[in-house]
């Protein structure tokens, strides 16, 4: 039963591999780090048929990925159905995006920077007037947080769940709360100095 699954993602693959780009570096790093995530060891055409066929986030990052052919991203999604709850409308990211669980998820960043991680029931956007947010590299953007307006977040971020940013952030800040604020150890170590 499951080299009868792996035949059938291999075949259903056929009817968008041609137009795959395997020169696009941010296809690739995109892919490299999905495999790594989810444990896949294949070639990575076996991988890309695996993910397509089981993960509706990768579905849709593929789609973007395509945003200048708009004939190729309706085939795509034609044999791929994207997630309808996963909105990404940012006009610059960098390669190894993660979304996890991108259920009822809005990607809406000036720009954002390699190998982040985003979780479901994120906010990325506009807090009414001006611009978006700018996102670091190798920011982790939890469950249910908001990141709003033009601020920027620094790379290696964290944002915690739930967490309203509406202020830049430090690059390795890890914040919280409700509008959040810095919650490492470092603003601990200070508090416990005084």
Not at 81 to 106: C, K, N
Not at 147 to 167: C, E, F, M, Q, S
Request: aromatic fraction near 10%; charged fraction near 20%.
């Amino acid at each position: 039963m499951i080299k009868l699954i792996k035949i059938f993602r291999i075949f259903r693959l056929l009817f968008i591999l041609p137009g795959i780009n395997w020169k696009d570096a941010a296809f690739r790093k995109d892919l490299a780090r999905w495999k790594v995530i989810l444990h896949i060891e294949e070639s990575d055409r076996r991988a890309l048929a695996q993910i397509l066929s089981t993960t509706p986030e990768f579905r849709n990052l593929l789609i973007y990925r395509n945003s200048n052919r708009p004939l190729y991203r309706r085939w795509i999604a034609l044999w791929y159905r994207p997630m309808d709850t996963l909105y990404i409308e940012t006009p610059q990211i960098g390669g190894g995006l993660y979304i996890q669980h991108g259920f009822a998820t809005m990607i809406a960043a000036k720009s954002i920077g390699e190998n982040c991680w985003i979780n479901q029931q994120v906010t990325i956007g506009y807090s009414g007037h001006g611009d978006p947010p700018v996102i670091g590299n190798n920011v982790m953007i939890t469950c249910g947080a908001k990141v709003l307006g033009n601020i920027t977040v620094g790379d290696h971020a964290v944002i915690g769940a739930n967490a309203v940013v509406i202020h830049d952030v430090e690059a390795g800040a890890k914040m919280g709360g409700v509008p959040a604020h810095r919650i490492d150890y470092k603003e601990h170590e200070d508090e416990q100095s005084n």
